[in-house]
Nanobody, 122 residues
Framework: QVQLVESGGGLVRPGESLSVSCTSD???????VGWFRQTPGKEREFVAG????????YVTDVGKDRFTISRDNAKNTVYLQLNRLKPEDTSVYLCAADQDLHSYLSGEFQNWGQGTQVTVSS
């Protein structure tokens, strides 16, 4: 099991950018990592996933053309770059990790962080 900690959330204005991070003291190099978002009253949404090596990634329609996922295994960190943010992107962004090779595509993860709040408002 791996402990995940998200950071980097905050308050931004519409059209601005923000990068959120997911780290683990125990290492993420053997894990696929995904980013999700959870808004009260709505189902959790799968935003993006990245393979353990970082060579493959997937961004769902939620973040297509605006969000990118990347990782630096030397720093045990996975990033989600959020560009051209909209008020409807306001949510808690959570990262998740799994050793299943296909989890970054399926969106099925076993280990979850607590999330970081992103608020988009003028």
């Amino acid at each position: 099991q791996v402990q995940l900690v998200e950071s980097g959330g905050g308050l931004v204005r519409p059209g601005e950018s923000l990068s959120v991070s997911c780290t683990s003291d125990s290492g993420l190099g053997n894990y696929c990592v995904g980013w999700f978002r959870q808004t009260p009253g709505k189902e959790r949404e799968f935003v993006a996933g990245i393979s353990a090596s970082g060579f493959s990634s997937y961004v769902t329609d939620v973040g297509k053309d605006r969000f990118t996922i990347s990782r630096d295994n030397a720093k045990n960190t996975v990033y989600l770059q959020l560009n051209r943010l909209k008020p409807e992107d306001t949510s808690v962004y959570l990262c998740a990790a799994d050793q299943d090779l296909h989890s970054y595509l399926s969106g099925e993860f076993q280990n979850w962080g607590q999330g970081t709040q992103v608020t988009v408002s003028s």
